[in-house]
Each structure stands twice: as C-alpha cells, then as structure tokens.
C-alpha cells in the first residue's frame, strides 16, 4: 500500500500490525499531503516542527510493548484557539497573537498526549471563532487566509472550526479537534462532508481554549468517520479540576465505542425537526429518513422548534471580554488587554480586510457581568431552550431528535449533537443529517450515526485541487 487514502484508526491498526505502517510513515505521507494541496485549501496554519520527533518515539514505544491507547501515532490537528506548550502558536487566526507560545497545554491536549496521539499541527479558523466582525467571511483569518471548500470552490465552508473541517475532508490528518460556540463544530462538518460532535457541555473541558462565551463554548471531535469521533471523544471526556463544567462526571463519560452497533436504530423513536430545506436537499433528507426507516427507526412526527433569536447576543457581548483577557492573562499572551489587541489591528492593514465591529462592540458592552439584562439572559436563554428540548422528547417519549444540516439549539442548549454525511447535490455541496438528543447520551446519537452511516455509506473524498 504506497498512500492511506482515508485512512482510519481501523486500517491503521490493522496496517500496524501487518507490519505494514508505522507512525512516522503516516506522519511522513500527510505532511507530503499538507505540502502538495494545502496552498490552495489553507487549512493548516503551521505544522509541528516536533511531529516526526514525536511519531519516532511513538513507534519506539510500541516496539518495546507499550500501547498507550487507540490513539497511540495517531496523527491529529488542532484549531488554532487551542493552547499546546509545544514550538507551535495558539493565535486563534489572529495577527495580534501570531507569536503568542501557550505556556501550559490546554486539558484535553495533556489527555491527548497521555494517549500518544501525534499533534501534527494546527488549523486555520474563522479568526476569533467567528468574533471579529460581522462581515467576515467563514473560515478567513487574517494570520491564515481563506480556507476553501472542499467540493465546490464557490460555496462557503462555514467556521469557525473551518479548517479542522476541511483537512479532515482531504485527508491531512486522522482526526482533528474542532469548538463550537454556535454551530462552529457541526455546521463546517456538514459543509466539508465529515462526521462532528459537539458534546454536551460539561463532558469536555474549556480549560486553555481561547474563549468567546464560557455559556456555550466546548470542544469536541471531528473526523471522516463515526466509529473515529466515538473513539476521540472516548479520550477527551474527563473531569478537569479546573473546570466546574466537567465536575462529577463518573457516571456521565464512557468508552463510547461500545455503541457502534449497526442496527442500533432498530426501534428507535425519532422526532423530525421542521427544516426549510427545499429542492434536493430535502430529497437527500428523505432518502435518509428511508435509510433509516429500513433499519427500523419510527418517526414519530415533525415538531416546530423555533431557531435561538438575536437575544443570545447579548450573553455573548458580555462574556467575551472577561473570557478573552482571562485566557490573555493566564497563557501570557503579548497582549492582555481586549483594546490592546484591537489598536494592534487598527495599527496593521492587513488585520482589518473585515473590520473588527464585534470587537468593538464587545470593548464597548465592557466587563458587566453584573447588568441585569445579561442576569436575566444568562440563566434564560439556555435553561429555556434545553428544557423546552427535553420536554418534548420527554412527552413524545422520543430517543431524540433529527434535522439537515445545523441548528443553534445543541449549542445555546448545551445539548449533545452529531453531523453525518447524507448525500450531495449536483453542484456538488454536500449536506449533512445531525441527530440531537438529551444531555450525556452521547452514546444513544453515535449509536444511531453509527447505524446510519455503516448502511449508507454516503461520504465521498473531494477530488482535491492545487494551487494555480
């Protein structure tokens, strides 16, 4: 075998003990990968300079019996907003931090390390997570670019995890970690054809990820299929003592492998969300629904869940600032100060291509955490839409939810989701179908995924271009 074309912790292992594969081989072949394509998708921002180092001693590893976990020479890439003490930066796509070092890991990158995974590098994302200004466009960073679909040049690949979506569609990695504040992990998953989950928040820690909105902000796994996610998520998932979210999760956390059954949809009770999909998006959507209908799911009927308003704003303009000059403070970035960053870009052309108005606005809304409207907002918004959630699935006695495409809910509810590829149009966008359900049942939405996709099989890889 000379390439690993889709190549998944199945076939890895599977290669590794042929004798076929090794750590460094996989690390060597993406990184000539990254070099042929990546100028044209720009995806990655860096790459670890200590990658081929790590792969080595990986291998040495195993030679000598030692097999820390799945994820042993695993290669994975991160989104920038993620803090690794290593040679790479964490800039969150900014100019103004492009020189910023970590100086500790964020928690789920120690847990990454403590299973031997390869941190091959870091991806690009829609600068700030989609918090700089309100033109931008999804998936640009002035430190980074653009990055480009990957199926159809003209379409948007959605942020902010723009990049962690996007390398994963063309295979410049295994898996990749992605954030999600508002559909950030789901909605360029579904637009790069890749598998996301966004997980209940609580299951996964905040600690060392560059913030928006402590509310609604986590962490969670993407990649090209469910089986590897379910595996990621397996090591990602653990209590972290500095992140109350994630306190007392004994009984919340699993070896989330254990649900990949391929007729785990057989009797299922699924409620359909209303979509205003139309034309052959809807018609991949209901072929999916007859996918699934043949694996034994009863849809119960279609429920009107009316999308998170512009009053969720509000929670975001306060929390920003606190939460950005905390992570600035606690990492020793070279900036500490949200309007020391924004005269930074003021002073530098090339920061501002779309303005900084969300910035601004946020430097002007200060550090009120005290407001009475942010008070109200807080506990409102998100304990209002998860409990209007559960209720219904409650009443209707449903496993959980099912919608095209993404939806804000999962994140403002802090409610479990996860995207699977289901199809593409004759323009080649792709569309995928996101199950939703109660909080911790991580593991009931990768079953059905999982059951999903093993009967579909609907993902296919781009045909990847170079740059001109």
């Not at 994302?125 to 003209?154: C, D, I, L």
Request: glycine content about 6%; charged content about 25%; hydrophobic content about 35%.
């Amino acid at each position: 075998m000379n390439s690993w074309e889709e190549c998944d912790l199945r076939t890895y292992w599977r290669l590794r003990e042929e004798k076929k594969l090794t750590s460094l081989d996989l690390c060597s072949w993406y990184l000539e990968r990254i070099a042929n394509y990546d100028s044209y998708y720009k995806s990655i921002l860096e790459i670890n300079p200590d990658a081929l180092f790590l792969a080595e001693a990986m291998d040495r590893e195993l030679e000598q019996g030692r097999k820390r976990s799945l994820l042993h020479g695993v290669p994975i890439l991160l989104k920038d907003s993620i803090s690794t003490k290593d040679l790479m930066h964490t800039s969150a796509g900014s100019l103004a931090l492009k020189d910023h070092f970590a100086k500790e890991d964020a928690f789920i990158v120690s847990r990454l390390r403590e299973a031997g995974a390869i941190l091959l590098g870091k991806t690009n994302m829609t600068e700030f997570a989609h918090y700089t200004s309100r033109t931008m466009k999804n998936g640009y960073s002035s430190r980074g670019g653009q990055v480009m679909h990957p199926y159809n040049p003209s379409s948007s690949p959605s942020g902010s995890s723009t990049g962690s979506a996007v390398a994963m569609s063309c295979n410049f990695g295994m898996l990749s970690l992605g954030t999600e504040t508002k559909g950030s992990i789901i909605w360029p998953s579904h637009n790069s054809s890749i598998v996301g989950i966004k997980p209940t928040r609580g299951l996964i820690s905040r600690t060392g990820i560059i913030p928006i909105c402590r509310a609604h902000d986590t962490a969670g796994p993407m990649a090209r299929t469910v089986e590897d996610c379910a595996y990621l998520l397996s090591v990602l998932a653990e209590e972290d003592p500095d992140d109350p979210s994630t306190w007392a999760l004994d009984d919340k956390r699993f070896d989330y492998s254990q649900f990949l059954h391929h007729y785990a949809l057989d009797g299922m009770r699924i409620g359909i969300k209303k979509t205003t999909f139309k034309g052959e998006e809807l018609a991949l959507f209901n072929e999916a629904l007859e996918t699934m209908r043949g694996l034994g799911a009863q849809f119960i009927d279609e429920y009107e869940l009316e999308e998170v308003g512009p009053e969720d704003q509000l929670v975001l303009q306060h929390e920003f600032k606190r939460s950005l000059e905390h992570y600035l403070h606690e990492s020793a970035a070279p900036y500490q100060q949200l309007d020391e960053i924004i005269a930074f870009n003021k002073q530098h052309p090339a920061a501002l291509v779309y303005g900084q108005d969300l910035l601004e606005d946020a430097l002007e809304v200060g550090d009120r955490l005290m407001d009475p409207a942010y008070l109200r907002q807080r506990t409102k918004v998100a304990r209002g839409v998860k409990e209007r959630i559960e209720r219904l699935l409650d009443e209707e006695r449903l496993d959980l939810l099912l919608f095209p495409g993404r939806s804000d809910l999962p994140s403002v509810s802090g409610l479990p989701c996860i995207v699977v590829p289901c199809g593409y149009t004759t323009e080649n966008r792709p569309l995928g179908i996101s199950f939703m359900g109660r909080a911790f049942d991580e593991g009931r939405l990768i079953a059905a995924a999982y059951s999903y996709e093993q009967a579909s099989k609907k993902r296919k890889p781009p045909v990847l271009r170079k740059e001109d």
